[in-house]
């Protein structure tokens, strides 16, 4: 059996076999890829790198990391004071000398301690204040009240009034 294609009529063979000539050798140029030598890229880029980071709150978290130590270094010292019932707390949440050693040596380790736990306070103090934007003398009362909190039966302590009490 033979393929007639010249007959007038469209047969479904004769369609599909029109359309697979077609796109085997259709109208598209031909169009040569390759290349006589490599693709090379240059690639050279240069990477900056900022610290976004303030240099004044870098300092701020070294000093309150350093204060933090101090502290923890010196929590026996004072928690000592305050069981011997040198030291109390007063009601801006400083350390006051409350009954001064008779023992010239003990008094003054108790004033450079009391000073030395004062400093550090103040500087937590001031940070806390900057960083909720409260005043100050806020955070030291707020201070003051968890100090009272925490005391131990026995210790002294400042009371809102200014009067001094024991636990």
């Known amino acids: 059996m033979g393929l007639d294609l010249n007959t007038n009529v469209m047969n479904p063979?004769?369609?599909?076999?029109?359309?697979?000539?077609?796109?085997?050798?259709?109208?598209?140029?031909?169009?040569?890829?390759?290349?006589?030598?490599?693709?090379?890229l240059d690639v050279n880029m240069r990477v900056d790198v900022y610290s976004k980071q303030d240099?004044?709150?870098q300092q701020q978290d070294t000093t309150q990391s350093q204060v933090a130590t101090e502290r923890r270094a010196r929590m026996a010292e004072v928690q000592s004071l305050k069981n011997d019932r040198v030291v109390g707390e007063n009601?801006?949440?400083?350390?006051?000398?409350?009954?001064?050693?008779?023992?010239?040596k003990y008094a003054a380790y108790a004033k450079t301690t009391v000073s030395a736990e004062n400093n550090d306070r103040a500087i937590i103090y001031t940070a806390n204040a900057q960083t909720e934007s409260k005043p100050v003398e806020l955070v030291q009362r707020e201070y003051a009240q968890l100090w009272r909190d925490r005391a131990f039966p026995g210790e002294w302590m400042q009371k809102d009034d200014g009067t001094w009490t024991q636990k």
């Open 13 to 40: 063979l004769r369609i599909s076999v029109c359309l697979m000539l077609l796109s085997l050798g259709g109208c598209a140029p031909t169009i040569k890829i390759a290349t006589p030598d490599p693709v090379k």
């Open 55 to 57: 240099p004044k709150k």
């Open 91 to 104: 009601r801006e949440g400083y350390l006051e000398i409350h009954t001064l050693p008779a023992d010239a």
